[in-house]
């Protein structure tokens, strides 16, 4: 039972919706049997009986095949199934015309005429309902009914039926095929409206990733798009400067060496969300999301009053496990607690739906997903743990001491420790390489050579 849970479990939601309709219209093949085909073999005479269940199991199997079939060309798989549906419409015509036959000529019982007449029903009806699983058009569905109906009304009259009896029976076989035809047209509806919304949840979700991208872009380009020009300029400058031997040409590749220092700490910056990751943000945004995708996301806790360092990196856990629950198992419920126990802000992302195969990621070097989340936890002694528990349950814990309040913010932190193996020149200019940046001043001209900025 434990494989069939996991297979189960393993499916996604449309896929699922899928495998319950194949094996539904499977199970009313055998209802078709139990209901019209076995009533036969007490009613009528065994030689009679027996062919009569034989056809009744005929007509079931082929149409549990060509419900099959039908359903692979709906969700494009295979070529529409065009002989199978005019085998299975002459089948459903001769096993129909037979019933009736007997239910009129037969032996003058009203309990073997009721067998025939309801397997008659039955099978037409049905068999309709299942032909019209290979057809688009509402209209061509109705004209499917109607014209089993109609030829039924002309078959019962052909054989003798009082007109009154032919007509009652045009309704009896109108109402079951069209019940039949309802529940398939609607079946098909509902798995096809299942597939459209996960496509759209597919689209918001690239859609989300696209807009991310493109607001990376446009940081990155404000960033360095004014400082590349800077360095351009201020070298060509320091070019002209030192073709003529002037002492000036030092200087600006002193400015030239700061802003490039300095463009490296706030592309640093950019890439790791510093400027965005703001918690209460984030536990808003991943509310407003999961919950637009179906998932019930449930947030307690409040961020205000934390270090502005902290919620920058338990915002990019937000911000991972929201991407996770999404992209990764079938998930129905999300909850998402912030606490402070013990000297520690605790930052508690549960949901369900997890594959029975989910790990939390490892290793501690630079990278995406969970390993990406320890090392910017650890830039403030935050702790992650990740991993099953128990009952199909994904658990992810971020732990981050108070004390962690006294260290620097995210990005000074991050940009320090990797402007450390900067040139010995660098390290004894500290000073002039964190002011905050280039600005424009008056031109000043030397040897008919101008520049624009300085710091």
Excluded at 173 to 194: I, Q
Excluded at 336 to 344: M, Q, Y
Aim: hydrophobic residues 45%.
């Amino acid at each position: 039972m434990r494989g069939a849970g996991s297979w189960w479990r393993g499916k996604s939601t449309p896929a699922k919706v899928e495998t319950y309709t194949r094996w539904s219209f499977h199970f009313l093949a055998l209802v078709e049997v139990a209901t019209f085909g076995l009533p036969v073999l007490g009613a009528m005479p065994p030689s009679l009986s027996w062919v009569l269940f034989l056809m009744v199991v005929g007509h079931a199997a082929l149409s549990a095949v060509f419900a099959s079939r039908a359903l692979d060309w709906i969700r494009g798989t295979r070529a529409r199934p065009v002989r199978l549906l005019w085998v299975l419409a002459v089948t459903t015509a001769v096993v129909a015309m037979v019933a009736i036959a007997v239910a009129t000529r037969g032996p003058a019982d009203g309990d073997k005429a009721g067998a025939a007449v309801a397997m008659f029903t039955g099978v037409l009806g049905w068999g309709t309902g299942i032909l019209t699983l290979a057809v688009r058009e509402t209209r061509r569905m109705v004209y499917t009914a109607l014209g089993f109906a109609l030829g039924t009304g002309a078959y019962s009259w052909a054989l003798g039926v009082h007109a009154l009896a032919a007509l009652i029976t045009v309704g009896a076989v109108l109402l079951a095929a069209g019940f039949y035809t309802f529940m398939a047209a609607f079946s098909v509806w509902l798995l096809n409206a299942v597939y459209e919304l996960d496509a759209a949840r597919e689209t918001k979700t690239r859609l989300a990733v696209a807009e991310e991208r493109l607001r990376f872009g446009r940081d990155l380009h404000d960033v360095m798009g004014r400082n590349l020009a800077v360095i351009a300029l201020k070298s060509e400058l320091a070019v002209q400067l030192a073709r003529r031997e002037r002492p000036e040409a030092v200087e600006q590749m002193i400015e030239v060496q700061r802003i490039a220092q300095e463009s490296q700490k706030e592309v640093r910056e950019v890439v790791r969300g510093y400027r965005e990751a703001e918690l209460g943000a984030e536990l808003a945004g991943a509310q407003g999301v999961l919950n637009a995708a179906g998932v019930n996301c449930t947030v307690t806790g409040s961020p205000a009053g934390l270090p502005p360092a902290v919620q920058s990196a338990l915002g990019w856990v937000v911000r991972e496990a929201t991407t996770n629950v999404l992209r990764h198992g079938n998930a129905e419920r999300c909850d998402v607690s912030l606490r402070v126990a013990d000297g520690f802000v605790v930052l508690t992302v549960e949901n369900d739906g997890a594959p029975s195969d989910s790990r939390g990621g490892s290793g501690s070097g630079t990278g995406s997903g969970l390993a990406g989340l320890r090392e910017r936890l650890s830039v403030v002694d935050g702790t992650l743990e990740a991993g099953p528990a128990g009952g199909g349950v994904f658990r992810v814990v971020a732990r981050v001491p108070l004390s962690s309040s006294a260290l620097p913010p995210l990005a000074s932190s991050s940009g320090s420790a990797a402007s450390s193996p900067a040139s010995p020149s660098a390290t004894s200019s500290s000073a002039p390489l964190l002011s905050s940046g280039p600005r424009p001043v008056r031109k000043a001209t030397g040897d008919g050579i101008s520049g624009g900025f300085a710091s």
